[in-house]
């Protein structure tokens, strides 16, 4: 079975312009969960999503960062304007259920640096 | 409000040599731990995870790990590393739907 999916999985980028990252979690996962990784802050809980409704958004930093999941199949993370600052690798992850005893699994990440 | 601290952030560790990574967690309610692994420009995968029951958990690559309530520790343990090994590892305590991850052990193994 595929895993989660992310692309691109690296983006450079000037600052001030838009950013979009995009997720394709597991098949059948309810939940979906945005995180960003950075040598700072470590790993951060951006957003979280249940059947496609954002449940948690206190993680996303500020008003230049927002996310979408139309379907149970996609979901996004736009930066904009972007800034050196939102220099990090941003991770998607799903689980099958909102369950505390469930696993979340990790997409390969998108590294992405703002110049 | 839960959290964990990773005593060490870097372990340099000799092939075949056992390894410890530490773990302590705060929590005022029932904890469920995990620990991942990151291999390098990688995402994260889980090794194992502590839900209730047994507390010695056995996990994937031959990784184990302790759940000790009164020392509040979830310690990880292989006997004998690899240099596959080499990763940064990822100690973290679930809320709910929400992780907390600790700043990450980075182990190095040698030959």
């Known amino acids: 079975d595929a895993g989660v999916i992310q692309s691109p999985r690296h983006e450079v980028t000037e600052m001030g312009q838009e950013v979009t990252l995009r997720c394709k979690p597991i098949?059948?996962?309810?939940?979906l969960f945005w995180y960003r990784q950075t040598m700072m802050r470590g790993l951060e809980l951006l957003i979280y999503?249940?059947?496609?409704?954002?449940?948690?958004d206190s993680g996303m930093p500020e008003d230049r960062f927002s996310a979408k999941m139309p379907n149970a199949s996609f979901s996004t993370l736009k930066i904009q304007p972007s800034e050196p600052r939102d220099s990090a690798v941003y991770f998607c992850?799903?689980?099958?259920?909102?369950?505390?005893?469930?696993?979340?699994?990790f997409g390969p990440g998108t590294r992405l640096t703002v110049l | 409000a839960q959290s964990v601290t990773q005593l060490d952030s870097q372990v340099p560790v000799f092939e075949e040599a056992p390894v410890e990574l530490r773990c302590n967690y705060s929590?005022?309610?029932?904890?469920?731990l995990f620990w991942y692994v990151q291999y390098p420009n990688q995402g994260l995968q889980l090794l194992l995870k502590?839900?209730?029951?047994?507390?010695l958990v056995k996990g994937i690559n031959g990784f184990e790990a302790e759940f000790n309530k009164s020392q509040t520790s979830f310690h990880l343990r292989k006997p004998s590393v690899h240099i596959s090994d080499t990763a940064e590892y990822f100690c973290?305590?679930?809320?709910?739907?929400?992780?907390?991850f600790g700043a990450g052990t980075t182990v190095t193994v040698r030959a």
């Open positions: 992850a799903s689980s099958p259920t909102s369950s505390i005893a469930d696993t979340q699994y």
């Open positions: 098949s059948g996962h309810n939940s």
């Open positions: 999503f249940n059947n496609n409704v954002p449940i948690d």
């Open positions: 929590s005022s309610v029932s904890v469920y």
């Open positions: 502590y839900l209730s029951g047994s507390t």
């Open positions: 973290a305590v679930k809320n709910d739907y929400k992780l907390s």
